[in-house]
């Protein structure tokens, strides 16, 4: 009988051997198939939107147009070969601004790359300005199907941003 539970005991402990790991993330699934909407771009570690305006007249005009429904929004789409996926991206900014480009995400060690080569008028919108500089300096990617985070380093600084955004509709 101690034979059978060692037996038993042992085959257990050999299961996690026999059962791998996956490191690297499902890229289409948290890209594709849904529009992402921006809730704030933040300082790396912080939870609290960046105030890139230079007056509260502009932080407000930048935030209500944050809360409209459309607006600030994007769309990934593309194809998987192994662990990167390349594809187009579209999306709206504000009201009178929508953008185009191309997209890359390496699902290993969640590099992630956009060019924005199409972007409409957004005006003197800091927030905006920041938005499409942030996709177009974006280096990697965290996240999940739920939630998606990218992280950048504007041109003119060193702090690393963080965007937050989050699922507002599923195709």
Not at 14 to 39: M, Q, R
């Amino acid at each position: 009988m101690k034979k059978n539970i060692y037996k038993i005991v042992g085959l257990l402990l050999l299961l996690p051997l026999f059962s791998g790991c996956n490191d690297s993330d499902d890229v289409a699934a948290i890209f594709t198939g849904k529009t992402w909407k921006l809730n704030y771009i933040t300082v790396d570690g912080g939870h609290e939107m960046f105030p890139f305006w230079e007056n509260e007249e502009q932080e407000k005009a930048s935030i209500k147009e944050l809360n409209k429904n459309g607006t600030y929004n994007i769309v990934f789409d593309g194809t998987v070969d192994g662990d990167v996926m390349n594809g187009n991206i579209k999306g709206s900014i504000i009201a009178t601004g929508t953008f185009e480009g191309k997209w890359s995400a390496n699902a290993k060690n969640n590099s992630f790359k956009a060019t924005v080569t199409t972007a409409g008028n957004y005006g003197n919108d800091q927030l905006a300005r920041n938005f499409i500089e942030g996709l177009n300096t974006a280096t990697s990617y965290e996240g999940d199907s739920n939630n998606l985070y990218l992280l950048y380093k504007p041109t003119s600084g060193k702090q690393t941003f963080r965007m937050v955004f989050r699922v507002v509709s599923n195709k």
